[in-house]
């Protein structure tokens, strides 16, 4: 059997204080199959293939002290979208996905088997951006066409509409349970909305640059928020004592205290930030369009914690994961698995959701993947 480049990788790039390791590229080979029908793969010099699996592959480079694991997919779902994937969640329980793709379409769909439940029309051009309420049975969605929408998850019926923003929404957040929600838009502004009333609460920053990301978490004690300008609506639901996140795309990562609006921190990044998380009440992460994933402390973001370079590739998306995060980027279709406490990336498959033991991930190819990780 003739040699078969099957995939080319890199291993790591990061930045510790002063420490440097560059990214690490390689490519792996397979050769032939040996007689228990195990694939014969070589790696490129430099790199050795460890353990191979049914399931996964290690990878690692003895000069550098670094490994990487490289998961298959457990489960494929080709049948749910006809093309490129944009944006998937998975529901409190696991029972249900929900993703929106450039084929116009937004659907609900077994996890378990990909079997489409529910089809939800009502957004003109694409939509963006997708996620359950906790509850598991109602859905919120933002698109191009600048509306906010809440979804029935049972009978697909549209509940709610909100209509305010002036450009495209590209990430939404939800607050607590659910009484309010989180949109950021293209036309630069932040917004809370009151889903009983189908209202306003307010614009919460007004950036003069699309923002492309958020996030909402409760900050840590020590953390000054501000003290709002005037009473906050009865209306407003556990926004008190919360910090939001905003990416934005003028290479800005921001802080604003909830119930406040006032700015908590501003932070200058190396390019425009596609997307920000929470690991805890203190820590938090953000990642550029240059591929860097900034870790920071919400007491003090003079300076980041750590900076993970991730081979210049556009970081899409981040999701706190036990003791770390994932990562998702805009290359050949990588995510990675990286543990805070060592520092070790973990391959798997583009943007990213996770249920227990099990990470969902969506892509160009318009495949949706569920991945195991109770291995690693």
């Known amino acids: 059997m003739d040699s078969?480049?099957?995939?080319?990788?890199?291993?790591?790039?990061?930045?510790?204080?002063?420490?440097?390791?560059?990214?690490?590229?390689?490519?792996?080979?397979?050769?032939?199959?040996?007689?228990?029908?195990?694939p014969d793969i070589a790696a490129s010099e430099g790199f050795v293939v460890g353990e191979i699996t049914k399931k996964s592959i290690l990878v690692s480079c003895p000069h550098e002290n670094v490994s990487t694991k490289f998961l298959a997919p457990f489960t494929t779902f080709s049948r749910i979208h006809q093309k490129s994937v944009t944006c998937l969640d998975i529901s409190s329980g696991g029972g249900l996905g929900v993703s929106t793709s450039t084929d116009g379409t937004m659907k609900i769909w077994q996890a378990a088997n990909g079997e489409i439940r529910r089809l939800l029309e009502g957004h003109?051009?694409?939509?963006?951006?997708?996620?359950?309420?906790?509850?598991?049975?109602?859905?919120?969605?933002?698109?191009?066409?600048?509306?906010?929408?809440?979804?029935?998850?049972?009978?697909?019926?549209?509940?709610v509409t909100f209509q305010g923003h002036k450009g495209g929404i590209l990430d939404t957040a939800i607050v607590d349970r659910g009484r309010n929600v989180l949109?950021?838009?293209?036309?630069?502004?932040?917004?809370?909305?009151?889903?009983?009333?189908?209202?306003?609460?307010?614009?919460?920053?007004?950036?003069?640059s699309p923002v492309n990301g958020i996030a909402v978490g409760t900050a840590d004690n020590s953390v000054n928020l501000g003290a709002p300008e005037k009473t906050p609506s009865e209306r407003?639901?556990?926004?008190?004592?919360?910090?939001?996140?905003?990416?934005?795309?003028d290479k800005k990562l921001q802080g604003v205290g909830l119930q406040s609006r006032q700015p908590v921190f501003l932070f200058v990044g190396s390019d425009a930030f596609n997307c920000c998380t929470f690991l805890s009440s203190t820590y938090f992460l953000a990642g550029t369009q240059d591929g860097n994933i900034y870790q920071l402390d919400v007491r003090n973001t003079n300076a980041p914690i750590q900076v993970i370079q991730r081979s210049g590739a556009p970081v899409l998306s981040l999701l706190p994961y036990r003791d770390g995060f994932v990562a998702s980027q805009g290359n050949w279709g990588a995510v990675s698995w990286q543990c805070r406490s060592c520092n070790e990336p973990e391959q798997c498959q583009a943007l990213v959701a996770s249920w227990e033991k099990q990470i969902y991930t969506c892509c160009r190819d318009g495949v949706v993947r569920r991945y195991q990780l109770s291995d690693l």
């Open 124 to 159: 003109v051009y694409d939509v963006n951006c997708c996620r359950f309420f906790p509850s598991g049975l109602v859905v919120l969605s933002g698109g191009m066409d600048a509306q906010l929408k809440i979804w029935s998850v049972e009978d697909a019926s549209c509940a």
């Open 183 to 208: 949109s950021c838009s293209r036309d630069g502004t932040a917004r809370l909305w009151d889903c009983g009333k189908s209202a306003c609460l307010g614009v919460l920053a007004d950036c003069g």
């Open 4 to 38: 078969v480049v099957l995939a080319t990788f890199f291993i790591k790039g990061s930045w510790l204080g002063e420490s440097l390791w560059p990214t690490l590229y390689g490519s792996l080979t397979r050769r032939g199959l040996s007689t228990e029908g195990v």
């Open 236 to 249: 407003e639901i556990g926004t008190e004592g919360k910090i939001l996140l905003l990416a934005r795309e």
